[in-house]
């Protein structure tokens, strides 16, 4: 039998990224990063949203990275709005 391996040779960090979601007056779904500002977007459906924002958010964190510098988590969140849906995705880069 082979063994699988249980670890990986190399650590992939892994980040938690808090999003509200909510609907637009027009219809379209908008997503915004609670816990890391200057994140949001807008798209056709809440997947569109998700995707764009995992995007966004994995290259502004790999910016931070290579330039050894702090993400700017902000701790606590930003305060979510009546209209929004809390969501949580765990991000792996």
């Known amino acids: 039998m082979t ?3 249980t670890t990986s040779k190399k650590d992939q960090p892994a980040f938690g990224c808090v999003v509200y ?4 007056e027009s219809g379209r779904t ?5 816990n890391l500002e200057g994140v949001e977007t807008e798209g056709a459906t809440e997947r569109d949203v998700l ?4 995007r ?10 290579q330039r050894e510098e702090e ?3 902000l701790d606590p969140p930003a305060e979510k709005q009546p209209d929004e849906v809390k ?3 765990p991000l792996h880069l």
Request: charged fraction near 30%; glycine fraction near 4%.
């Open 3 to 5: 063994d699988l391996p």
């Open 30 to 34: 908008r997503g915004r990063v609670a």
């Open 87 to 89: 969501r949580f995705l």
């Open 21 to 24: 979601v909510s609907r637009t």
């Open 51 to 54: 995707s764009t924002i995992v």
């Open 71 to 73: 993400v700017p988590w």
């Open 56 to 65: 966004d958010v994995r290259a502004r964190i790999s910016e931070h990275m």
